[in-house]
T-cell receptor, first 116, second 111 residues
């Protein structure tokens, strides 16, 4: 199946710093990429959806100035957590789909962010 | 009705048992549905897609009931390796087709 690579797989950062997470589709062109966040023992929560070359659409309650999303090419999307705080510590997962709305999405391996 | 709703479980079953999960959704216009499997601290992986009335793959059967707006996942002859959280996924609708995940149903298969 299609491969989506997410990097880094884990990161520890100091409170107040910014962290960038990359999501790459390795063998297909991802017209749409999704970013999710998952807290322990909770479900995946959609944060934002991005289409290549356009601004991301954020879910209600997600601060667009804090979670910067860039989808500059059909194979790369980045999520930058700015001025991270301990409450931002979570599992961040990207997914990508290359076709129509009826196609499944493929997931990156996830990034475990710990803010200390 | 919530966009996607699942029974969180946990379902504790012995090896060899048959177990079924249900999922209800609110968007009557949704055309495709997915079941994903997520192991602890891992990313979700696609288990099955459902586009029409149902789909079968080995021990796994997914069924769709559009009138009642629910999909189900049936696992026959449960294996220890089936222990995981099963996520029901429904496109929200619209041109972007955001995938919305249910909270997941946890399955634990015991020897």
């Amino acid at each position: 199946g299609a491969v989506v690579s997410q990097h880094p797989s884990w990161v520890i950062c100091k409170s107040g710093t910014s962290v960038k997470i990359e999501c790459r589709s390795l063998d297909f062109q991802a017209t749409t990429m999704f970013w999710y966040r998952q807290f322990p023992k909770q479900s995946l929560m959609l944060m934002a959806t991005s289409n290549e070359g356009s601004k991301a659409t954020y879910e209600q309650g997600v601060e667009k100035d804090k979670f910067l999303i860039n989808h500059a090419s059909l194979t790369l999307s980045t999520l930058t957590v700015t001025s991270a705080h301990p409450e931002d510590s979570s599992f961040y997962i990207c997914s990508a789909r290359g076709g129509t709305t009826n196609t499944e999405a493929f997931f990156g391996q996830g990034t475990r962010l710990t803010v200390v | 009705r919530k966009e996607v709703e699942q029974d969180p479980g946990p379902f504790n079953v012995p090896e060899g048992a048959t177990v079924a999960f249900n999922c209800t959704y609110s968007n009557s216009a949704s055309q495709s549905f997915f079941w994903y499997r997520q192991d602890c601290r891992k990313e979700p992986k696609l288990l099955m897609s459902v586009y029409s009335s149902g789909n079968e793959d080995g021990r796994f059967t997914a069924q769709l009931n559009r009138a009642s707006q629910y999909i189900s996942l049936l696992i026959r002859d449960s294996k220890l390796s089936d222990s995981a959280t099963y996520l029901c996924v429904v496109p929200r609708g619209g041109s972007q087709g955001n995938l919305i995940f249910g909270k997941g149903t946890k399955l634990s298969v015991k020897p």
